[in-house]
């Protein structure tokens, strides 16, 4: 395991700070047919305060690179290369104690160690894409919550006295008086109708928007430094995902908390992401601002991705575009690259036989296509 103190993180042109950087990351499922590459070579940093998109069709790795930062890849998964640098600070620093930066290669971390479960859930939280199979159906949603803000929420205890009134000495767990009003307070935050009487509901007794709404508020109850929300608003009618989206610009205005977005709503990314990781069959594609990527997107997975969205307006008579072809089987995958038998672009005896490059086609604009290479 990695685990060094240095004064700074890594900071991009803005001055903000990394919080983390995945690396040439590499996931693979060994099964009784082959080996299925989950994610290949992906590489991309979130900087604190940061929303970063992660889009692609089912199946391309976005879920799987979300479990590799968690150290939560189901068996026979497992991670066979790259790295995945956390820059942690502490969170409850003690006034004249050293806040050292501490940088964890989270790749090398025991999977079931204190450090990990420190980690997760309580500085990098996640929303699951399906909340029935998540949540324990003898617990009830206030349950849930608690043991989330039991285990990761501390408050500061200060020492009375003349001119020390406001110095904050110590931290100390919620008690359980607190951990209820704080889950209370957390499903009224998230829109749930009468959260005193819904806090003792068990997962049966709430309808499937409603289960969705209690993850959401378990991870934001542990105030993380970064969220990773994998489908967050799937179950959602337009109205409460609007007021989920808010609460989460608002955590991350005042908390500086960093997102990692997943998701097939490219009018929800729009709106919430600065910067979007285009991703097919486990192989990062493209990478790019958000404005750059939706005016001016480079590589043809990302333009037919663009061009298949509906469009409000007059009609036109077309009918709604689509990506010719199938997804290839992830246990034989093609040769050269991945998209050529769907692509519009395809060069034959080139983009069958030559593996792209991840090439820089703009400024912070990448893309792995032989259209871009010399």
Not at 93 to 111: N, R
Not at 302 to 318: E, F, I
Request: glycine content about 8%; hydrophobic content about 40%; overall charge positive.
């Amino acid at each position: 395991m990695t685990l060094t103190a240095q004064e700074t993180a890594p900071t991009t042109t803005d001055g903000r700070e990394v919080l983390l950087e995945v690396q040439d990351l590499k996931v693979e499922f060994n099964i009784r047919g082959g080996v299925i590459k989950a994610v290949d070579g992906l590489t991309f940093d979130i900087k604190r305060g940061q929303t970063v998109g992660i889009i692609g069709e089912s199946g391309c790795g976005k879920s799987v690179t979300a479990r590799a930062i968690l150290r939560m890849v189901p068996k026979p998964g497992r991670i066979t290369g790259g790295r995945i640098l956390y820059y942690r600070r502490p969170r409850h620093p003690k006034p004249g104690q050293p806040q050292d930066l501490q940088v964890i290669d989270l790749t090398t971390v025991d999977p079931d160690g204190e450090l990990i479960r420190q980690i997760r859930g309580g500085e990098i939280a996640m929303i699951f894409q399906e909340p029935m199979s998540s949540l324990t159906p003898v617990y009830t949603a206030g349950t849930h919550i608690n043991e989330a803000v039991s285990l990761h929420r501390l408050l500061p205890l200060k020492k009375l006295g003349d001119q020390m009134a406001e110095t904050i000495m110590a931290y100390r767990h919620v008690t359980r008086e607190e951990a209820r009003e704080i889950a209370v307070q957390m499903l009224r935050r998230v829109g749930i109708p009468k959260p005193e009487q819904r806090v003792d509901s068990y997962p049966h007794q709430l309808s499937g928007g409603q289960r969705q709404r209690v993850m959401i508020a378990i991870a934001l109850s542990t105030e993380p430094s970064m969220l990773i929300a994998d489908e967050p608003t799937t179950a959602l009618d337009v109205s409460i995902e609007a007021q989920i989206l808010d609460i989460m610009r608002e955590l991350q205005r005042t908390a500086n908390m960093a997102i990692m977005f997943i998701t097939h709503n490219l009018g929800v990314i729009a709106s919430m992401a600065e910067e979007i990781v285009v991703m097919y069959m486990g192989k990062q594609v493209e990478r790019a601002k958000v404005v750059d990527l939706f005016y001016n997107p480079k590589h043809p997975y990302t333009k037919a991705l663009l061009q298949s969205v509906p469009r409000l307006g007059p009609k036109t008579g077309q009918r709604l575009a689509s990506i010719e072809g199938m997804v290839p089987d992830p246990l034989n995958l093609p040769t050269g690259c991945v998209f050529h038998p769907r692509c519009p672009a395809f060069m034959p005896g080139k983009c069958d036989k030559i593996v792209p490059r991840w090439n820089q086609v703009g400024e912070n604009h990448w893309a792995r296509c032989l259209l871009y290479e010399e």
